[in-house]
């Protein structure tokens, strides 16, 4: 009976720090783009990609635009957590929408996910390996 219990114990303690080590870590993640210039920016993508042109359209980059839009409701992509749609249909603003959550507190996840769905946009059409 007691090693029955010892054996459920041990696959709970598992399976416990197993799901922690499944977390991802978004500012970790995120630091692998440079945010601080619209050409440090640019940059860190294209090191993402290793320069590979068979990964990603770089001439999609030259589309970034650095300036910020006042007409654009941020905070409401934010509050109705829309924030992949938007940069799916404006992948330009990806810069000025960063630097926006970087304004704000716990934007960790929103910065990454934006930064998924722009890369899935430069990716588009390309064969990932």
Do not use: W
């Amino acid at each position: 009976m007691i090693n029955k219990l010892l054996l459920i114990l041990s696959f709970i303690l598992i399976f416990s720090c197993s799901s922690k080590l499944n977390e991802i870590n978004y500012k970790e993640q995120n630091n692998r783009f440079d945010y601080t210039s619209i050409d440090g920016f640019k940059n860190s993508l294209v090191e993402h990609f290793n320069d590979d042109l068979n990964r990603f359209d770089k001439s999609k980059l030259q589309e970034i635009t650095k300036k910020f839009d006042t007409n654009t409701a941020y905070d409401d992509i934010i509050k109705n957590n829309s924030h992949e749609k938007f940069i799916t249909n404006n992948p330009n603003k990806i810069y000025v929408f960063i630097n926006f959550l970087l304004l704000n507190e716990n934007a960790d996840q929103v910065i990454f996910e934006s930064m998924q769905a722009y890369l899935r946009y430069l990716t588009k059409d390309k064969v990932l390996r």
